[in-house]
């Protein structure tokens, strides 16, 4: 008796050579000196919008949490915050995002928008978490801004993902 368990054939997507290196210093340029000169771009959360792109598209693990660690301190030496905490936090993101990019389809743009919103939520919670515990700071978890920059960085996931996909190479 030939018993076969049919096993779900996941594609891990390779990109160009510098890809995924260009993207992340340009959205960590953009994250940087945007909000400078914009206030709206304040609400953009391109570095996290990175970090889930790539982990979704290698589901890897490892790989995932290692980008969201680089990504997250690079940030937090670019930034004001402590060092630490936006690393902390796309870390978690990257390797969840890896980690669900394997079981479920990321291809399609509703799953797409979901997910930007469920992993930017995740982000905001381990990073106000970390402010609670280690910092000893009282921010709230959730706040109105919150909830707009989930949805425009979730509908700017829908413009820029597809504008991510064709550094893909075949």
């Avoid at 030939?2 to 990109?15: A, C, G, M, P, T």
């Avoid at 394997?102 to 469920?118: A, G, K, Q």
């Amino acid at each position: 008796m030939d018993v076969r368990i049919e096993q779900q054939h996941v594609e891990v997507h390779k990109f160009y050579a510098g890809a995924v290196v260009g993207t992340v210093l340009l959205a960590l340029v953009l994250q940087a000196f945007l909000p400078l000169h914009f206030r709206w771009a304040s609400n953009i959360e391109l570095t996290l919008l990175v970090t889930i792109y790539f982990a979704l598209s290698r589901r890897n693990p490892s790989s995932g949490l290692l980008l969201g660690m680089v990504i997250g301190l690079a940030q937090d030496s670019l930034g004001h915050t402590p060092l630490g905490l936006y690393g902390i936090s796309k870390t978690v993101v990257g390797f969840f995002a890896s980690s669900f990019g394997s079981r479920i389809d990321v291809e399609h743009p509703i799953s797409r928008f979901l997910l930007t919103l469920f992993f930017f939520y995740i982000h905001d919670f381990v990073f106000v978490l970390t402010q609670r515990v280690l910092l000893a700071q009282r921010e709230p978890f959730i706040t109105p801004r919150l909830i707009i920059s989930s949805v425009v960085n979730a509908t700017l996931a829908l413009a820029l993902f597809p504008l991510l996909d064709r550094l893909r190479s075949s």
